[in-house]
């Protein structure tokens, strides 16, 4: 049974991932106002060539005027990135965030940059500098990332593209040339409903190039390692490992809240095999919807009101933050298509034609 790949889902393929129901998109985009854009980079006569660029942005607006409730956390700090130490420091997202490969990291700020100057002639005249956010992974295994092929206008592109839509996933933009659990991996993207008459949405795309092929556990099934005791060979090896975590939601929560809440990201990645590994970069970059104050850029935002910190506020937004990152890195496998790459390696795509059956055996 051939099944297109793009914008499949655990959900859809009949696996059930916690007990919070899904958006409507099942995906980042979810989040009111939240966009995604790719921006794939490959080349027909050079099959070295394997990487992208994914942007994501927290509203319509102009980011670095209206500015949202920003985060960060970092999980195990084998990685490369821009922008997190203002996070940290002030609370605050101005600008889209970009994923991209280790190297391109440069390219990458540079173009976030061309748009952000652009859009906002006065920046490092009259007003402060912006922020830009840029957090990559190690595709080296597909594509040739000394080649640094991502360039600024790669960037540009990926925001042209950027929908509120349903979100493509598996290799495309960043994901081009990642793998997970010794498969190939990308974006995965997923989202959890918390609440009745006026739910939150919490959103979650990942950049998953982790993990080893035996870890992987799907909804609680050992399906990795029945997996690898049919193959002949064993995969190649993780190149570098990784992965980025991005929470978007509409809830109205503090800096603190929304750092609390990224740290239960750790839950859902620990559901699907990962032990946080020495050389994996993980990181979770998060933030809230909502324009902060006047969203003025020559002063502080104007406080915001969030609601009283206690178990029946946060806890069902934790279970939600844990469930969506789950099913984002299985949605990352599944859509993911086989690639083939740099000097002939290739990582292959999830089987799913045999999920079924692979969920049975491994039970």
């Avoid at 979650?204 to 060979?233: D, H, M, T, Y």
Wanted: proline share 5%; charged share 15%.
């Amino acid at each position: 049974m051939s099944v297109a790949r793009g914008l499949l889902s655990a959900a859809a393929l009949g696996v059930k991932i916690g007990t919070l129901p899904a958006g409507p998109k099942n995906a980042i985009t979810d989040v009111k106002g939240v966009a995604v854009g790719h921006c794939t980079v490959t080349n027909g006569s050079n099959p070295s060539i394997q990487t992208g660029v994914t942007v994501i942005l927290p509203h319509q607006g102009n980011t670095f005027r209206q500015k949202v409730v920003a985060a960060c956390h970092v999980i195990n700090g084998f990685g490369k990135s821009t922008g997190l130490v203002q996070i940290q420091e002030l609370g605050q997202l101005e600008s889209p965030i970009a994923l991209t490969n280790t190297f391109s990291i440069p390219a990458v700020t540079e173009g976030l940059l061309d748009v952000l100057l652009k859009d906002n002639p006065a920046v490092g005249e009259t007003l402060s500098s912006v922020n830009t956010v840029v957090a990559e992974c190690n595709d080296s295994w597909l594509n040739d990332m000394r080649g640094r092929h991502v360039r600024p206008q790669h960037v540009r592109s990926a925001l042209r593209a950027a929908s509120m839509g349903p979100v493509l996933q598996g290799a495309v933009g960043a994901g081009r040339g990642m793998s997970a659990f010794g498969l190939k991996g990308g974006i995965g993207t997923a989202s959890r409903l918390v609440g009745d008459s006026a739910p939150w949405t919490v959103g979650v795309l990942v950049l998953s190039n982790f993990c080893q092929l035996g870890e992987l556990l799907i909804a609680g099934r050992p399906v990795g390692k029945k997996l690898e005791s049919e193959r002949q060979e064993q995969p190649p090896p993780a190149a570098g490992g990784s992965i980025i975590v991005v929470v978007g939601t509409d809830a109205t929560l503090s800096q603190r809240q929304l750092c609390r809440l990224l740290r239960r990201v750790q839950n859902g990645l620990a559901r699907t095999g990962s032990s946080t590994a020495h050389n994996s970069g993980e990181i979770a970059i998060g933030f809230t919807s909502q324009v902060l104050g006047s969203g003025s850029a020559t002063q502080a935002s104007d406080a915001t009101q969030v609601p009283a910190e206690d178990g029946p506020f946060l806890d069902p937004l934790f279970q939600a933050v844990g469930e969506a990152t789950e099913e984002a890195v299985l949605n990352s496998l599944f859509n993911a298509q086989t690639v083939v790459g740099k000097r002939g390696a290739q990582f292959e795509g999830f089987p799913i034609d045999r999920l079924g059956e692979l969920m049975a055996l491994a039970a």
